[in-house]
């Protein structure tokens, strides 16, 4: 009598939404990102390993429930934002605001789209420019779980300045647009804002698309 042995199948665990967008973007952080920003964001890659997302059982999270965000599938924005027109933003400006204007369209910052400050001891520059920048500091991406996600995602993002004593006269206005296609994508643009002591700085941020 002859015995033929079959082997069963094990279907391997599919990877997450979450997995797949950190690969993607460990893979573009190496080609932008400053070597203490890709510290941080591989830092920030190690934490969410441990953590993942909160559950209710959790009290902070009691009354919120993230499962719909972790099942969903949501993937990284598309590394080549989509092109607007300076009349595509106009739209979203504040009526009667003189403001600085920052754009991110899906996540890239636009320097086209975008009006930089010329006043002394004010500066905004691109996070990917800026060498020796304190990113991370506050140390939340270390305990909260979306934020350690946000930071292992890290993209593009802009260093908004203010020397000490120096009243920024004129506010910032940072306008974030998602297009159609950056639909159902992950967007995490980081603002990062050092006023120095005695020093005072606006900042408004809004979200359309």
Not at 14 to 25: E, F, G, H, K, N
Not at 32 to 46: N, T, V, Y
Not at 88 to 99: M, N, T, Y
């Amino acid at each position: 009598m002859s015995v033929i042995a079959r082997k069963s199948a094990v279907s391997e665990p599919r990877p997450s939404w979450t997995d797949i967008a950190i690969q993607s973007a460990s893979e573009r952080q190496g080609g932008g990102l400053s070597a203490s920003a890709l510290q941080l964001a591989e830092e920030a890659r190690a934490v969410w390993a441990k953590v993942l997302f909160p559950t209710t059982r959790l009290e902070e999270w009691k009354y919120t429930n993230p499962e719909a965000i972790a099942g969903s599938a949501f993937a990284l924005a598309p590394a080549s934002p989509a092109l607007l027109s300076e009349e595509d933003i106009s739209r979203f400006e504040i009526p009667g605001l003189k403001a600085h204007r920052i754009v991110f369209v899906d996540g890239g910052f636009s320097a086209a789209l975008s009006s930089l400050p010329a006043q002394k001891g004010v500066a905004c520059e691109r996070i990917q420019s800026k060498q020796s920048l304190p990113l991370g500091s506050l140390g939340a991406h270390k305990t909260e779980a979306f934020a350690a996600l946000a930071t292992a995602l890290m993209g593009d993002g802009v260093a908004i300045t203010v020397a000490p004593n120096i009243d920024a006269e004129v506010p910032f206005h940072i306008i974030n647009v998602t297009t159609k296609a950056g639909a159902q994508s992950v967007i995490t643009p980081r603002v990062f804002v050092d006023a120095g002591q005695s020093a005072r700085v606006t900042v408004i941020e809004s979200h359309v698309s």
